[in-house]
T-cell receptor, first 115, second 112 residues
Framework: NAGVMQNPRHLVRRRGQEARLRCSPM?????VYWYRQLPEEGLKFMVY????????ESGMPKERFSAEFPKEGPSILRIQQVVRGDSAAYFC?????????????FGEGSRLTVL | GENVEQHPSTLSVQEGDSAVIKCTYS??????FPWYKQELGKGPQLIID?????GEKKDQRIAVTLNKTAKHFSLHITETQPEDSAVYFC???????????FGTGTRLTVIP
């Protein structure tokens, strides 16, 4: 049973370009969460999605960031017009149930570097 | 919202000694407290969790205690081994919440 799969593992972008990060949840999981981790810091919640629905995006910046979890295919976190401050590790997690009713399983992360 | 504080930020222990990491939280509605271990270049992995209806939970060399009155919980690792070296994060959440609130992490180094 494969775990949470994220790709790419490493992504380098120049300022102004777009970054797309993909996440396939564990089999049987329909809840997906995106977290951001800045160097030497904890994980900060960004967005929580179920299939075709954004449930909570309270942690996601209003501008340049968007997320989706289509009926078919992986969840995608999209960052437009990247800036240096977007450099971070982006982790996806999935669960069977909502929030703390089920264990969150994390992927290995996508490390974005903005030059 | 919830605010989770974690101490210490770094911790070095000799192999075989015990390690204790402490967290406090602010929201009295929080009732779920997981601990994650993150190795270099990897994602966080759940190692133990506790819910507010119990005060202590143990799993082999790892234990977690919870004091709801004081709003703090701790991770205890006994007989530490070099492979325990990693960054440990505490987190808190409440029923119906959509996310976990993480502490800032403790970098544990076990010296052989």
């Amino acid at each position: 049973n494969a775990g949470v799969m994220q790709n790419p593992r490493h992504l380098v972008r120049r300022r102004g370009q777009e970054a797309r990060l993909r996440c396939s949840p564990m089999k049987g999981h329909s809840h997906v969460y995106w977290y951001r981790q800045l160097p030497e810091e904890g994980l900060k919640f960004m967005v929580y999605l179920q299939k075709e629905n954004i449930i909570d995006e309270s942690g996601m910046p209003k501008e340049r960031f968007s997320a989706e979890f289509p009926k078919e295919g992986p969840s995608i976190l999209r960052i437009q017009q990247v800036v240096r401050g977007d450099s971070a590790a982006y982790f996806c997690a999935s669960s069977k149930g909502q929030g703390n009713t089920g264990e969150l399983f994390f992927g290995e992360g996508s490390r974005l570097t903005v030059l | 919202g919830e605010n989770v504080e974690q101490h210490p930020s770094t911790l070095s222990v000799q192999e075989g000694d015990s390690a204790v990491i402490k967290c406090t939280y602010s929201d009295s509605a929080s009732n779920y407290f997981p601990w994650y271990k993150q190795e270099l270049g990897k994602g966080p992995q759940l190692i133990i969790d506790i819910r507010s209806n119990v005060g202590e939970k143990k799993d082999q060399r790892i234990a977690v205690t919870l004091n709801k009155t004081a709003k703090h919980f701790s991770l205890h690792i006994t007989e530490t081994q070099p492979e325990d070296s990693a960054v440990y994060f505490c987190a808190a959440s409440s029923t119906g919440a959509n996310n976990l609130f993480f502490g800032t992490g403790t970098r544990l180094t076990v010296i052989p």
